[in-house]
């Protein structure tokens, strides 16, 4: 009872009010809480260009944060990731992506997401995230175009899907993928090697 009292009289500042994660912050799990404070912390202390320390968190006023609860959620999963702990980053992840409103940054999530299942060799994630991300293709096309002065880059989730789907025997659907992404525009580094080999 004390502990919720004091929930209601104390100060809702710091970044969780600029991002207006109030809210989402409290309905979250204690323990959980204690993560997502932990890595900030953690981010403020390992990470020079962050904008803030510790105390912002959840305290003072913070003008024009930068960060949108997608991304700040997202860059502290990178710190947890880059410390090693990859459930915690997994966990921050998810929370990132369900938080997400633009499609943009939701491929970026997922790219992460598909860099740490390949990290772990978690094949079963590996081949989720990879679909999770070529189904929001056409929603972030143009965004990421854009960002890459006019031109697509290489897209990892593509050229994964491609991989897994020839590493289980079905060529046909690997070479429909590599074809598919080929005449948008995305550029495979090996694309005329793999498509002779999927024609074999």
Known sequence: MIGKVFRIFRERGGVL????????????????????KYYFSLKSIKDLRFPFRAKHFDSGQVQNPGYTPATLLGTLAQT???????????????RALELAQDPYEKHLILN?????????????????YALMDLELF??????????????????????LMV???????????ALELLEKFHAVGVPHPFYEEVKKRLRE
């Not at 390949?118 to 590996?126: A, C, I, N, T």
């Not at 854009?146 to 050229?159: A, D, F, H, I, V």
């Open 17 to 36: 009010r600029a991002l207006n994660l109030w809210e989402w912050y409290e309905a979250l799990d204690p323990k959980d809480q204690k993560r997502v």
């Open 80 to 94: 947890a990731l880059l410390d090693g702990k990859y459930e915690d980053a997994e966990w921050l992840y998810h």
């Open 112 to 128: 992460d997401l598909l860099m740490l299942s390949q990290k772990l060799k978690d094949f079963e994630k590996m081949e989720k």
């Open 163 to 173: 991989y897994l789907l020839e590493k289980k025997g079905e060529k046909e659907k």
């Open 138 to 159: 056409e929603d972030y096309r143009e965004k990421l175009q854009e960002k890459n002065g006019g031109r697509l880059p290489q897209l990892n989730s593509y050229e």
